[in-house]
């Protein structure tokens, strides 16, 4: 493949995903406004850093987003610990099950929450009220530490997926070594397998705060009907509240998430590539030792259990039961007298939400299927062509990894407004491609490091030129990194909101976007009903995807 006309070309479309934006937030942070851009004043910046409103909504992002990744973290180290270094049951469905939550859109995730713990009439609330006769809700979901909770819990799978590899890969003779020395399996933990897990540690805290810092799901459902706002939230009040939008002072607050984003990303991109400092294993034939549970096995297999259930099922049944209902009650008899499938009919029955569905439909489809084949093209560069043109390129593509969504979407706002694509879901196609595109390409990089130069020479030997090389050898070999792309790619377009609530327009409106209006108008049925079609949909693509590709594999095994 000509690799000196093929990398310029992918720096080009690469750098006008990940660069153009973040140029026109900058240049749009300094302008007047929209319909004045070019005009450029410092009038944004001064006021949106002298709102006296600034910094308490700065003590409460960090507040967020530290809590959330201490409460990530935390829970994803005992699962780790859990899963990989003991003899509990069900383990590798309990592995599984840590991941899931990355499955379920995060909107829906916390509206389950705030159905279960608002203070009003949250389903726990009320049930705990009528069996200890309380005069008070014992929880209030609306508060920073409600927020923190459920944004803890939904980042959980980034932190497992982080931890976890580092700690089945530990050497146990360490810790033998510290056993032998007198010293108990809890002081070992702290003194010796935390301290060497360190880097692990850190990059899931730091991925975290990141991947809060960019959250609108949690901040807007609960946070902000709590008064609790984030930059996030404060970015959109500007844009979606008043009598106009000011996306020049919405640029300039967003250059700060912007900024804390990716001096975070590229401080784990550091702290992942010292990592060798820390290497225990220096052989062939390792094999950790399992931790005897023993008498403590049937609790932390209950309190594992009890985990897995708030994580995945209880979510589901809580917008099913509710969006079978006409409004938010306790489980009763009266509860399921009244229960029917009228907010399944209205929303089936609601053009708005059709449409929607439709356009993320398409945007799942279409969007998925475009980001991979972009996806395949730059991994081929960065792991085959080793060149600083590469190397490039590899900065470009993980720097859209840093972007939050909502700030991200601002910028793209300032590009689009004045071209044809504005208002459509050509934008918001663009946008989505542009945000994610680390997911389609950390998968398929994966793969190409496994497939040996020897092929493709070998194949340019018999006299294959380039592209026949990649349709017949490279890309058979790529299925699976090719499925697991696209299926991380569709997962993530179908349920986006930050980029959405900016870019969306009447006529481009998706499914997150439409869930959330129908959580500002507190129509609950309908958001659950409408919630569990999203999951249905979610679920269907995975599996369709899964099952296509083993088909693939199947094939080409046989072919060959």
């Keep these: 493949m000509r690799h000196s006309r093929l990398t310029p070309i992918l720096i080009v479309i690469v750098g006008f995903l990940t660069v153009c934006p973040v140029l026109m937030l900058v240049l749009g942070s300094f302008s007047r406004g929209i319909g004045a851009f070019g005009q450029f004043t410092l009038e944004k910046y001064v006021s949106a850093y ?36 003991t003899d509990i049951p069900f383990k590798f469905v309990f592995g599984v099950i840590s991941i899931i939550p990355m499955m379920i859109p995060h909107i829906l995730f916390a509206v389950s929450w705030l159905l279960l713990l608002n203070p009003s009439n949250g389903i726990l609330n009320r049930w705990l009220m ?46 033998e070594s510290s056993r032998v020395c007198g010293a108990s399996t809890l002081r070992t933990l702290f003194r010796v397998t935390l301290p060497v897990l360190r880097p692990a540690i850190l990059a899931s805290v730091i991925l975290v705060i990141v991947r809060s810092l960019a959250s609108f799901a949690v901040p807007s459902v609960i946070g902000m009907p709590g008064r609790k706002y984030v930059l996030s939230t404060h970015i959109y009040r500007i844009i979606a509240t008043g009598f106009s939008a000011d996306y020049g002072k919405a640029a300039a607050v967003g250059m700060s998430a912007l900024a804390a984003s990716i001096v975070l990303i590229y401080l784990y991109r550091y702290m992942t590539s010292e990592s060798s400092r820390y290497v225990t294993i220096s052989s062939r034939g390792f094999k950790p030792t399992l931790i005897r549970l023993k008498g403590a096995r049937v609790p932390v297999f209950a309190v594992v259990g009890l985990l897995s259930f708030v994580l995945i099922v209880l979510p589901v049944i809580v917008l099913f039961y509710t969006s079978m209902l006409p409004y938010v009650m306790v489980p009763g008899e009266r509860a399921f007298r009244l229960m029917g499938w009228k907010n399944w009919v209205d929303v089936l029955k609601d053009p708005i939400s059709i449409l929607a569905l439709r356009n993320s439909v398409f945007l799942g489809l279409v969007g998925a299927t475009l980001g991979v084949v972009l996806s395949i093209f730059v991994s081929y560069v960065i792991v085959k062509v080793r060149t600083v043109g590469s190397g ?20 793209f706002m300032w590009f689009f407004v004045r071209t044809p694509l504005y208002a459509t879901i050509w934008t918001l196609l663009i946008g989505y491609i542009a945000t994610y595109l680390p997911y389609g390409i950390r998968p398929l990089t994966s ?57 969306s327009r009447p006529g481009s409106e998706v499914l997150a976007v439409q869930i959330l209006r129908f959580a500002e108008d507190g129509l609950w049925g309908r958001l659950s009903a409408l919630g569990i079609i999203m999951i249905l949909f979610s679920s269907t693509l995975v599996v369709a995807a899964t099952l296509l590709g083993r088909k693939l594999t199947k094939m080409e095994t046989v072919s060959n």
């Design 50 to 85: 002298t709102d006296p409103a600034f910094a308490s909504i700065l003590l409460n992002t960090l507040i967020f987003t530290v809590g959330s990744a201490l409460v990530a973290t935390v829970l994803a180290l005992f699962l780790s610990y859990v899963n990989t270094r």
């Design 130 to 175: 009528q069996l200890f006769g309380l005069d008070s809700s014992p929880f209030n979901v609306y508060t920073l530490k409600g927020m923190i909770l459920v944004e803890g819990l939904l980042d959980l799978p980034i932190a497992y997926l982080i931890i976890a590899p580092a700690m089945s890969a530990f050497d146990v003779s360490l810790e």
């Design 392 to 411: 490039v390129l590899e900065s470009l593509s993980f720097l859209s990894f840093s972007f939050p969504g909502i700030v991200i979407g601002v910028g």
């Design 447 to 503: 793969a190409f490091v496994q497939i040996h130069s020897h092929l493709e020479e070998s194949s340019r030997v018999c006299g294959a030129g380039p592209f026949t090389t990649m349709r017949r050898i490279v890309l058979p070999l790529l299925i699976p990194g090719r499925i697991s792309g696209w299926i991380l790619m569709a997962t993530m377009f179908v349920r986006e909101l930050t980029l959405s609530v900016v870019l």
